[in-house]
Structures are given as structure tokens and as C-alpha cells.
């Protein structure tokens, strides 16, 4: 007998499997003051951890481990095939979660900051080896439980640490804070990943938790039938196996309950979670990836200039370098680089420069595009005094306010230059913020008859975020519809009525709040209308809002309708494909509009 062999060598005794099962069921209990307290205690400090990005207060969330009890009990469940404990344990993990979430999501909306922290952002894109790491935390938990006393002290803090039920259940409390309060996308996003994380733990203790179960003999018919001498007395499972025998679904739960059939639906969970997590895995092995490939990049740009440029040709020191910056796009290399300089660099010394990097990157030179800021120093001298520090810390200090600006300005201008929406969407405009308190925050403004899809917009949002390396970007999109309205005119007339001004005006807000907009103007004329109509009514339109409302006459354009109406339609277009259109109709109207 295996089972019995491995128990006996573990030390677990057939009183202690009884102690075991008893002791489990008892930690279920819905009635434990204290055990409510845990959660709230450990949901505020694991949540103010998370904010205060502070691992050692996170850590003293994660010792609590209040949880740990309520899944070992639903591995417990599945080893024997106890139903009643399955559902104790399920309602239980249930409400914890539940009052965890709710008190974290309380805690977030009385902070006045909600920063997006590396602490939380670690939890938010959990992947394989998360879910390795449960597997194993939980087989070392679940033994350590089943062992006597004095060998449970050492390894149960390891695993509470190594699981961390606690902070990604905090995480989901936090995105759902900020998806109520700031973002609906970025907090879905936030809390769909803490949530995935938690939901990662459960299933990978619950199934190595019913194997050492199973392997121990936990559920031997000794402990089985001692636990149902205990289950008589005990009122709250009398209670809950009075609502199971009440279920119109009883008999089923029983005929699932094969000991094959268990094995299958953890498995088939875990098989089901295990695709998203392969997913980030992948996705963290291409930013590793990229990380190495920049590292090399900096470190060839370095040792290349610091070989060949830093000197004069007497061994004077010329320049060093104060910061610089690679970014690759696409096959091409974008390389900046500030030196302070005692002698400016030659056309034909940067040139040399771009040579000998192509040729240690194995790279054509035309594909390498550097630019280089000069600061002058003094003389040599200065050089020779100043201190030879990396260039990450070097503080460009002669850089202004105004610089900076322009600087990431043009930083903003060349990472979303190429960005391109799903049709029939248009970009119009983006507008970018950043406070002291908040992460930068992204909108980008569109031009569709329809919203972009919630998949669509969490995939842009993840290339927006790529561009400008910042991953805590809250990034939104706004859309305007190309469709503005109607002006109606009485037969014969081009006058415009109060309604039609003011649907002009909300036009112009429009217009003047987005300059990448034109409007289009489709007139229309009944049969019997004269031709002269069209543009008298175009006329009208343009010169309300060049007058009124100071919009030029080449954002304007007019399209000769075709159908018997009285109407003209109005409909934004983007400048690039905006064209001007002159109905046939009109004689000599080219020099009128």
C-alpha cells in the first residue's frame, strides 16, 4: 500500500489524518469572528502595500493568509468526494473574496492618489510560471498541514509568502477602483489580470492539495467515519446538508462525484487557464527579449564613442556622455545621444561614428538614424574634472524647461505618428496629460459611425502603451460621429432658422476644438427649385460660420446632392481624405467657392 507507506514515512498518523479532516472542516466555519477580522486586516494592508509599492507591507498581508484554510478545504473535498464539505468551503472562499474585493475597492476610493505602482502592475499579467509556482506552494502546504505541529512553523509562512492569495484579490479591489473613478477600460484591465492571478492560486492548490490529500490517505475510512460521528453534532453542517437534500439537483451532484470525474474538472480548469497564462508567458519572453537587445544596443553606442570619440587624438579628454536614448522601429535604429563637448563633432565624424556602430550591430548604415546633442564646455579641463558617471545618472542640468517640453513633445509625435485604427476609423487628434499625482493619461480622439470594440480597444491601448514605453498609461478612446446633422430650409429660401444656427454652432465647437476636422456640406433643391439654390444655400452656411464663428472657408466643402429635398447635410471628414467638390450644375461656382 503506497498511500499508507508514504503517511507512515511523512509521520502522519491515522489520528493525525482524523485531526486533519476534523480540523479542516472546522476551518469553514462561516461563525469565526476572527477569521473575518484576518481578511479585513490583511485586504487593507495588502491594498496600502500595493499603493505604497512597499513589499515588506505586503509581505505582512500575505503571513495573515486567511484564505489558505477555505481552498485546502476544497482540495480536502475533492480527495474524498465530500460534498457538503465542497460547498462549505465554496460559499466560504466565496464571501471572503467578496468582502476582500469590497474592502479594497473602499480603501482605494477614500485615497486621494491612485498611482499605478510596480507592485501592482507585477500582479497584473500573471503567466506560466505563476501557476508552477502555485503547484508547488500548494503540495508543500498541504503536507506541511497533514504533518504534526512542530514541522508546520517553518515551511506555512514559505508557502503563504510564495502563493500571495491575499494582494491579487486587493488588485482586483484596486482596478475596479479605478475603473469606477477614472478609467473603465484601464481598471477592467487592472482588475481582469489581478483577478486571473488569484483565480491562478486557487486552482493550482485545490488540485495539488487533492493529490497529497489522496496520497496521504487523508480520507481513510477511519477519518471518514469519524468525521460523520462529528458532522451529527455539528450544526452548520447540518444546515447545509439540509439545503443539499432539498436541491432538485441532489441526485446528479452524487453521480459527478466519481473520483475520475473530479480529476477531470480540475484538470480541465486548469488546462482552460493555462492558455491565457501561456500567452503573457510568451509575451514576457519577447519583452526579456527586447530588453536584451536594447541592453546590447546601449552598450555597443557607449563603447564604440567612448573607443573612438571621447578623446582627442593626444589622448586629451574631448567628451563624455550625459544621457542617450535608442529606439528601434520597424529595421530601422533611432539613436540620440547628449555629450558634453570641449569641441563640437564634424558631419563627418558623426557619419564614422554611424559606420562603426552599423558594422557591430551587423547593420546597414542607412538604416541607423543618430541624433546627437552637443552641449560646449569650457576646455579640457572642465572635462578632466568632471566625474565619469554612467549615463543613466548624469543629470543634464543645462536642459530647460522648454527643451524638456519640445523634447517630449517630439517623443509623443514620433511614437504615435504610425498609429492606426481598425476601419472604418480615422484618427483626428490625441491629447495627452500628465499631473504629479497621476499616470499619463491618453485619449485618442476618432472620427467613426461606430465605437471601436472593447477587443479593439484593449489592443490599441497595449500598442499605445508599447510605443511610449510606459505601461502604467491610462489610455481612452472618444469618438466623434461624422454624422452632425441637417440644416432644412423652406422651399426657395436659403435663410437659416434659430435651430439651424445653433446645430451650426455645435458644429463649429467641433471644428474649432479639432483642426484635423472638415465639414462637408451636401445641398439639396427640390425639382422645381432653381439651380442657383444649391450655392445660395452653401453660401449661407459658409458665411455664418466664417463670420459667427471664425472657421476658414477651406475647411468647408460642398457636394451637389441628388435627391428632391429641401435640406442640406452636414458630415465631418478628416483632412486626409477630405476632398472639395463643386456640384456639375453650377457655372463658373469654381470661383465662388
Given at each position: 500500500m503506497i498511500r499508507n507507506w508514504l503517511s507512515n514515512n511523512l509521520g502522519v498518523s491515522p489520528v493525525r489524518k482524523e485531526q486533519v479532516y476534523t480540523e479542516i472542516y472546522k476551518s469553514v466555519s462561516l461563525k469565526d469572528v476572527s477569521y473575518w477580522i484576518e481578511v479585513l486586516f490583511s485586504a487593507g494592508i495588502a491594498t496600502l502595500g500595493l499603493v505604497l509599492n512597499s513589499p515588506a507591507v505586503i509581505i505582512g498581508a500575505m503571513l495573515i493568509s486567511p484564505l489558505m484554510g477555505?481552498?485546502?478545504?476544497?482540495?480536502?473535498?475533492?480527495?474524498?468526494?465530500?460534498?457538503?464539505?465542497?460547498?462549505?468551503?465554496?460559499?466560504?472562499?466565496?464571501?471572503?473574496?467578496?468582502?476582500?474585493?469590497?474592502?479594497?475597492?473602499?480603501?482605494?476610493?477614500?485615497?486621494?492618489?491612485?498611482?499605478?505602482?510596480?507592485?501592482?502592475?507585477?500582479?497584473?499579467?500573471?503567466?506560466?510560471?505563476?501557476?508552477?509556482?502555485?503547484?508547488?506552494?500548494?503540495?508543500?502546504?498541504?503536507?506541511?498541514?497533514?504533518?504534526?505541529?512542530?514541522?508546520?512553523v517553518t515551511s506555512i509562512p514559505g508557502v503563504a509568502i510564495a502563493v500571495a492569495l491575499m494582494p491579487p484579490l486587493c488588485v482586483v479591489g484596486y482596478g475596479l477602483g479605478i475603473a469606477a473613478s477614472q478609467g473603465f477600460t484601464n481598471g477592467l484591465q487592472v482588475a481582469s489580470g489581478g483577478?486571473?492571478?488569484?483565480?491562478?492560486?486557487?486552482?493550482?492548490?485545490?488540485?495539488?492539495?487533492?493529490?497529497?490529500?489522496?496520497?496521504?490517505?487523508?480520507?481513510?475510512?477511519?477519518?471518514?467515519q469519524s468525521i460523520r460521528e462529528w458532522r451529527q453534532q455539528d450544526k452548520e453542517t447540518i444546515w447545509m446538508r439540509n439545503i443539499l437534500e432539498n436541491l432538485p439537483a441532489s441526485k446528479k451532484l452524487r453521480k459527478i462525484g466519481t473520483l475520475p470525474a473530479r480529476f477531470m474538472l480540475i484538470l480541465f480548469t486548469i488546462v482552460a487557464i493555462f492558455i491565457p497564462l501561456n500567452q503573457s508567458f510568451r509575451q514576457l519572453k519577447r519583452e526579456v527579449a527586447r530588453q536584451q537587445e536594447e541592453n546590447s544596443i546601449n552598450s555597443a553606442v557607449k563603447e564604440i564613442w567612448q573607443e573612438n570619440f571621447a578623446n582627442l587624438p593626444n589622448g586629451e579628454p574631448r567628451s563624455f556622455i550625459g544621457g542617450m536614448e535608442t529606439r528601434p522601429k520597424e529595421q530601422r535604429l533611432f539613436i540620440q545621444i547628449q555629450v558634453f563637448t570641449s569641441k563640437l563633432y564634424t558631419p563627418e565624424e558623426q557619419n564614422s561614428y554611424v559606420k562603426k556602430l552599423a558594422r557591430r550591430l551587423n547593420k546597414l548604415p542607412e538604416l541607423l538614424t543618430l541624433k546627437l546633442i552637443e552641449i560646449p564646455t569650457a576646455s579640457n579641463e572642465v572635462i578632466r574634472?568632471?566625474?565619469?558617471?554612467?549615463?543613466?545618472?548624469?543629470?543634464?542640468?543645462?536642459?530647460?524647461?522648454?527643451?524638456?517640453?519640445?523634447?517630449?513633445?517630439?517623443?509623443?509625435?514620433?511614437?504615435?505618428?504610425?498609429?492606426?485604427?481598425?476601419?472604418?476609423?480615422?484618427?483626428?487628434?490625441?491629447?495627452?496629460?500628465?499631473?504629479?499625482?497621476?499616470?499619463?493619461?491618453?485619449?485618442?480622439?476618432?472620427?467613426?459611425?461606430?465605437?471601436?470594440?472593447?477587443?479593439?480597444?484593449?489592443?490599441?491601448?497595449?500598442?499605445?502603451?508599447?510605443?511610449?514605453?510606459?505601461?502604467?498609461?491610462?489610455?481612452?478612446?472618444?469618438?466623434?460621429?461624422?454624422?452632425?446633422?441637417?440644416?432644412?430650409?423652406?422651399?426657395?429660401?436659403?435663410?437659416?432658422?434659430?435651430?439651424?444656427?445653433?446645430?451650426?454652432?455645435?458644429?463649429?465647437?467641433?471644428?474649432?476644438?479639432?483642426?484635423?476636422?472638415?465639414?462637408?456640406?451636401?445641398?439639396?433643391?427640390?425639382?422645381?427649385?432653381?439651380?442657383?439654390i444649391l450655392l445660395a444655400r452653401f453660401q449661407t452656411i459658409k458665411e455664418y460660420l466664417e463670420s459667427k464663428r471664425q472657421i476658414r472657408a477651406e475647411r468647408i466643402a460642398i457636394v451637389n446632392g441628388d435627391t428632391s429635398r429641401f435640406n442640406a447635410v452636414l458630415r465631418l471628414t478628416t483632412k486626409s481624405s477630405n476632398q472639395t467638390f463643386v456640384a456639375q450644375s453650377f457655372d463658373n461656382s469654381d470661383n465662388d467657392l
Open positions: 477555505s481552498i485546502l478545504a476544497n482540495g480536502l473535498s475533492l480527495a474524498a468526494g465530500d460534498v457538503i464539505l465542497a460547498w462549505r468551503a465554496l460559499i466560504k472562499l466565496i464571501l471572503s473574496c467578496g468582502v476582500a474585493i469590497s474592502f479594497a475597492l473602499f480603501l482605494v476610493w477614500l485615497l486621494p492618489f491612485k498611482e499605478m505602482t510596480p507592485e501592482i502592475l507585477a500582479r497584473t499579467r500573471p503567466n506560466v510560471l505563476d501557476l508552477v509556482v502555485a503547484l508547488f506552494s500548494g503540495a508543500v502546504g498541504s503536507v506541511a498541514i497533514c504533518k504534526q505541529p512542530k514541522g508546520v483577478g486571473l492571478l488569484f483565480f491562478t492560486n486557487l486552482v493550482a492548490i485545490t488540485f495539488t492539495a487533492m493529490i497529497v490529500f489522496l496520497a496521504l490517505n487523508v480520507d481513510s475510512a477511519r477519518a471518514k574634472s568632471l566625474p565619469q558617471q554612467e549615463p543613466e545618472t548624469v543629470e543634464p542640468a543645462v536642459v530647460t524647461i522648454a527643451q524638456l517640453h519640445a523634447n517630449f513633445t517630439q517623443e509623443i509625435q514620433t511614437a504615435m505618428s504610425s498609429l492606426r485604427l481598425p476601419p472604418p476609423a480615422e484618427i483626428v487628434n490625441y491629447e495627452v496629460t500628465t499631473t504629479p499625482t497621476t499616470p499619463l493619461k491618453v485619449q485618442v480622439i476618432y472620427l467613426s459611425e461606430r465605437d471601436i470594440s472593447s477587443d479593439a480597444q484593449l489592443l490599441l491601448a497595449d500598442d499605445i502603451k508599447t510605443r511610449l514605453a510606459y505601461p502604467s498609461a491610462m489610455v481612452s478612446m472618444n469618438r466623434i460621429s461624422p454624422a452632425v446633422g441637417d440644416i432644412s430650409f423652406t422651399r426657395n429660401e436659403s435663410q437659416l432658422t434659430q435651430i439651424d444656427i445653433q446645430r451650426l454652432d455645435r458644429v463649429a465647437d467641433i471644428l474649432q476644438q479639432q483642426s484635423a476636422l472638415r465639414l462637408q456640406v451636401t445641398t439639396h433643391r427640390q425639382a422645381d427649385e432653381p439651380k442657383e
